[in-house]
């Protein structure tokens, strides 16, 4: 005899696979990593999440040069480890924020400037070493995990949390 779930899981099953939006694209050095993030820079309009997530050098801070630089920010890009957070001024007058929680043990102060941050509409946040702050995260974000695969190879995984990332991976995509 099969037993049969609730329709509400039937219903919630539905609503979870159509965020299950993916995309991988390979690098082979630093520059294509740049040009990745780049790709992934033209669709992005504020308000929007980015969770990056790879071992101690795997990328991620170049990955966020890249997102800066197309972004049109002409400054130096540095890995924010030791200041916990970096604010790059946008032309149009939006912002790229840079987090890496590397170093937490908890979320604290951190955690609620991240909190005010999500969402904001001129806003882009890039989030490195998340999970101690997972409960500060949107349920909609852009997940990528940078996989060294080589000296300079790198597979880039994107996955979307929710619908709005499901349609930034599409978008990416075309």
């Known amino acids: 005899m099969v037993a049969l ?16 939006m993916t995309l991988s694209i ?24 980015i969770e990056l997530r790879s071992d101690l050098g795997g990328g991620k801070t170049t990955f966020v040069k ?5 972004l049109g920010y002409t400054g130096s890009v540095t890995s ?30 951190v955690g609620s400037e ?6 904001q509409p001129d806003i882009i946040t890039v989030i490195e070493w998340a999970g101690i702050a997972e409960t500060a995260l949107p349920a909609d974000r852009v997940v990528i995990d940078l996989i060294v695969t080589g000296e300079n190879d790198r597979e880039l995984n994107f996955s979307a949390t929710g619908p709005q990332a499901a349609q930034l991976i599409e978008d990416i995509k075309q």
């Open 5 to 20: 779930a609730p329709w509400w899981s039937y219903h919630w099953l539905i609503l979870v696979m159509s965020f299950a």
């Open 26 to 49: 390979s690098t082979s050095e630093p520059a294509s990593t740049l040009a990745a993030a780049a790709k992934l820079a033209s669709h992005l309009q504020g308000g929007e999440v």
């Open 66 to 70: 890249g997102l800066a630089a197309a």
């Open 80 to 109: 924010p480890t030791f200041t916990l957070s970096q604010i790059y001024q946008l032309p149009g007058g939006r912002e790229l924020h840079h987090y890496d929680l590397y170093r937490l043990t908890e979320a604290g102060v």
């Open 114 to 119: 991240l909190s005010e941050d999500i969402g």
